[in-house]
């Protein structure tokens, strides 16, 4: 049987470079940075005080004021995510295809802050008390339903916590579930929000997050450079519309591009390290070529994991050789865009997918900031689009995500033509 077609109608987004897609993109393009001394808590004490936050939002802008004071951080960015990408698609109010319209989201985490303050006030009462909506505001899958409680979406509704390739596999959930038949309209995507003690002290002691560049944190997600220490906590939500072709047409709607493949793969190899051979995590880019029955000589803009650790960016780029072959990895325009935007966990794929569009209808490759000397003996020796963004006809993107636990996945959009 023939795989139906999905297409992206419709995009939100509030990050670190700005509270719509229109913002982020102007970022982007611009090469600035998101990241910035970290104004969430006391960070003091900590080795690590810069984040890239989520700056001037206000989730009563987005949904019902006394809703969002029962959402965690991350549910809040979802929500506001979700409502711009229903408006950008024309299907606010139309309840007939709401009723149908599934949410799929990718969460790592959930409501970090939640478990943090929750764990205070515990061992404050003497272990015998602990807030009311501590449980409601946690879990990852709140994000979801609060979407669908907000703007009244009755389809399937899931929770995907692979790490940081939860917003990836989301997207690929959803188009298969779209291309199944399942369903016609989907909101798929992911949201994070991490940015507290408890969590920053979690990863510091992991070795995972940079420190050192206090004088001036702009500097300091820098993929693939040869200073690189680390990656640089990020937070926020990207969701896109994504919906059956001929759905889509019926209804007139405007089409950003289409959502071609997907493919996921394990590691099976460590805990918090990607396998350093790039062989497995190669396999999800393989899976999405081959789901997308394309050749890797037509994907011209990559946009990587780029984490800007010294064990990712290597990992990755022997994972991209493997994948498309030394001749077209070479030829490939790569860059991360978490050189700006910081790395925003279970929220990342679904962010770079939403920058794979509009690179794709703008004809743009952002550039890797920072970039200021390839490690090329670290064993990082493709074409990273160092500083400066250029621009090119680009007909197919790649977005993949690695995740701890060894998750990979990988997604394919290219342009639209009928």
């Known amino acids: 049987m023939e795989k139906r077609r999905v297409v992206i109608t419709g995009m939100g987004a509030v990050t670190p470079l700005g509270n719509s897609v229109d913002e982020t993109w102007a970022a982007v393009r611009a090469?600035?940075?998101?990241?910035?001394?970290?104004?969430h808590f006391d960070a003091a004490p900590n080795k690590v005080h810069y984040a890239a936050e989520v700056k001037n939002f206000d989730p009563a802008a987005y949904c019902d004021g006394a809703a969002a004071r029962k959402m965690a951080r991350f549910s809040q960015f979802a929500c506001a995510a979700a409502k711009m990408a229903l408006d950008d698609s024309d299907l606010m109010g139309k309840q007939e295809i709401l009723d149908e319209t599934g949410c799929i989201l990718g969460v790592g985490i959930g409501g970090f802050e939640i478990t943090e303050s929750g764990c205070i006030s515990y061992y404050k009462s003497g272990c015998v008390k602990a807030p009311p909506m501590t449980i409601p505001m946690l879990i990852p899958n709140e994000a979801g339903g609060n979407i669908c409680m907000q703007f009244h979406l009755h389809g399937p509704v899931s929770s995907v916590a692979t790490a940081c390739s939860s917003g990836t596999d989301a997207l690929g959930t959803a188009f298969d579930m779209i291309r199944s038949g399942r369903m016609d309209v989907c909101l798929a995507g992911g949201a994070?929000?991490?940015?507290?003690?408890?969590?920053?002290?979690?990863?510091?002691?992991?070795?995972?997050?940079?420190?050192?560049?206090?004088?001036?944190?702009?500097?300091?997600?820098?993929?693939?450079?040869?200073?690189?220490?680390?990656?640089?906590?990020?937070?926020?939500?990207?969701?896109?519309?994504?919906?059956?072709l001929e759905h889509a047409k019926a209804r007139g709607a405007k089409i950003y591009a289409e959502l071609a493949g997907y493919g996921a793969s394990c590691d099976g190899y460590h805990l918090t390290s990607p396998d350093p051979t790039g062989e497995i995590p190669s396999l999800c880019l393989k899976r999405a070529l081959k789901d997308a029955g394309m050749q890797p000589s037509e994907i011209h803009y990559y946009n990587a994991h780029g984490t800007s650790t010294k064990i990712n960016d290597p990992s990755e780029t022997n994972m991209v050789k493997l994948a498309f072959g030394e001749d077209a990895a070479r030829k490939l325009k790569i860059s991360s865009t978490k050189s700006m935007h910081g790395h925003c966990l279970g929220a990342t794929g679904a962010i770079e997918a939403m920058i794979c569009v509009k690179a794709i209808n703008e004809g743009f490759v952002p550039p890797t900031i920072n970039l200021d000397e390839v490690d090329v003996e670290g064993g990082c020796d493709l074409d990273y689009t160092p500083n400066k963004g250029v621009e090119m006809n680009i007909d197919a993107a790649m977005s993949a995500t690695l995740g701890f636990g060894g998750h990979n996945g990988a997604v394919i959009i290219r342009k639209y033509n009928d």
Request: hydrophobic content about 35%.
């Open 31 to 39: 090469g600035k940075s998101g990241i910035a001394k970290i104004t």
């Open 192 to 244: 994070e929000s991490t940015i507290n003690g408890y969590a920053v002290v979690s990863f510091e002691v992991l070795h995972a997050l940079s420190s050192g560049w206090d004088e001036d944190p702009t500097k300091a997600s820098r993929p693939f450079d040869k200073k690189r220490n680390g990656f640089v906590m990020g937070e926020g939500s990207a969701i896109l519309v994504l919906e059956e």
